[in-house]
């Protein structure tokens, strides 16, 4: 099966809908901050590489593992 990438903070293929999504989310007031990030890999079986940081809002910590 061919690998996939996503993009979290936007059910987007697009990387600046992403980085837009995840600024908005970090000047609501319940949130603190916000990370957009992508990952590729192959859904059915679950194996993925490890996050790729496009852009941070906020303190967001550097290890991703950690939230």
């Known amino acids: 099966m061919a690998e996939v990438t996503y993009f979290v903070a936007?059910?987007?293929?697009?990387m600046l809908q992403s980085i837009?999504?995840?600024?908005?989310?970090s000047r609501k007031e319940s949130h603190v901050d916000a990370v957009a990030f992508s990952r590729t890999g192959d859904p059915p079986?679950?194996?993925f590489s490890d996050a790729k940081v496009i852009r941070k809002f906020?303190?967001?910590?550097d290890d991703l593992s950690a939230l």
């Not at 936007?10 to 697009?14: I, K, V, Y």
């Not at 837009?20 to 989310?25: F, G, H, S, V």
């Open 58 to 61: 906020g303190d967001v910590p």
């Open 45 to 47: 079986t679950g194996d």
């Open 20 to 25: 837009m999504r995840a600024e908005t989310l």
């Open 10 to 14: 936007l059910p987007s293929n697009r």
